[in-house]
């Protein structure tokens, strides 16, 4: 696969932040019951902080498979398995639409039943279970705690660069939330995750890298979902072809003509990510779990 430049791209993170980060979640990880991680389905591997089991070491951890409208729902299910043989508790959601989020409140109760008894026998009942909820930007945090509290707590949408400190959300039922805005993990050493992370939208590659990454994603696609590929651009991957020949074989069966012979490769690059984005590839995952 071609190398993407990512000093090139727009990228609002950087190791700076992974150390604030870092610390933010050690500072606060002791007013909390809990750690809930809401992950992109379809890339929870690149979009786990990774230093997570270390941070979150003995406490009750819960994990939202986020977006899992957009993720391949067997690959879904391989997850789950894998997260709960490490003994972390799965929720699988789509914010966007709210499916599955009903299940957090008594996922929660579940996970954190000793601390409620606990707090039960000191006369506390009343005293809210606190939460602190982990995702990088553009995971669906904001929708999700939104869903939650049934009310516009967290404010969802784009805002590249805004970073906000830490705040409680009071939800009913005795449920206190930490959101967490701001906190900007992944690292860029591996060229992978980078990938995955600007595939997926989570980060922005400016134009000029859109077209690396959008053939990187076509050698991805011819791999893993060929059909899919057949079925939305209506051709049949070669094997032979390389990434930019797979987009131009794409680009040609939609008429993106530039001039006599020459198709444009970056209005597919764009077109393809900007299909994925919206579903209309189908519902595919990039990560496996090992
Ligand atoms: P954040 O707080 O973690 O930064 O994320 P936020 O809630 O702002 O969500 C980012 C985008 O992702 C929002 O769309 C939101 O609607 C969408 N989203 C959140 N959860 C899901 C989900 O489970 N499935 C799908 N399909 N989308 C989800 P947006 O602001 O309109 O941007 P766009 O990404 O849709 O263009």
Redesign the pocket.
């Known amino acids: 696969m071609a190398d993407i430049n990512f000093e090139k791209m727009n990228i609002q993170w950087f190791p700076g932040h992974m150390t604030k980060a870092q610390r933010m979640i050690e500072d606060s990880i002791k007013l909390v019951d809990a750690v809930c991680e809401i992950l992109d389905a379809r890339i929870p591997n690149s979009s786990r902080n990774p230093d997570i089991d270390r941070l979150a070491a003995g406490k009750p951890r819960l994990i939202i498979l ?5 993720a391949d729902p067997e690959i879904t299910a391989q997850w789950k398995k894998h997260f709960e043989s490490q003994g972390i508790k799965i929720l699988e ?4 639409t709210g499916k599955g989020v009903n299940g957090f409140v008594p996922a929660l109760r579940e996970l954190l039943s000793d601390k409620i008894a606990e707090y039960a026998a000191k006369g506390q009942a009343s005293r809210p279970l606190r939460v602190m909820i982990l ?1 990088i ?8 705690i939104n869903k939650v509290a049934k009310r516009k707590a ?1 404010v ?3 805002k590249p660069g805004v970073t906000r400190g830490k705040q409680w959300i009071s939800i009913d039922r005795g449920l206190d939330l930490l959101d967490t805005p701001g906190i900007l993990w992944p690292k860029f050493d591996s060229q992978e995750v980078g990938e995955m992370l600007a595939i997926t ?1 989570a980060i922005k590659a400016d134009v000029l890298d859109k077209e690396t990454l959008g053939a990187n994603f076509m050698l991805r696609l011819r791999e893993m979902y060929p059909d899919a590929l057949t079925q939305r651009y209506k051709f049949v991957p070669d094997s032979d072809m390389n990434g930019y020949e797979l987009l131009e074989e794409a680009a040609k069966k939609r008429g993106f003509l530039v001039s006599r012979g020459e198709y444009d490769i970056e209005r597919m690059a764009n077109t393809l990510l900007g299909e994925y ?1 919206d ?1 209309k590839l189908g519902r595919i995952s990039l990560e496996k779990p090992e």
């Open positions: 986020n977006r899992v409208d957009l959601t789509d914010a966007k995702g930007p553009n995971v669906g945090k904001s929708t999700f967290a969802a949408g784009d939208n984005h579903g």
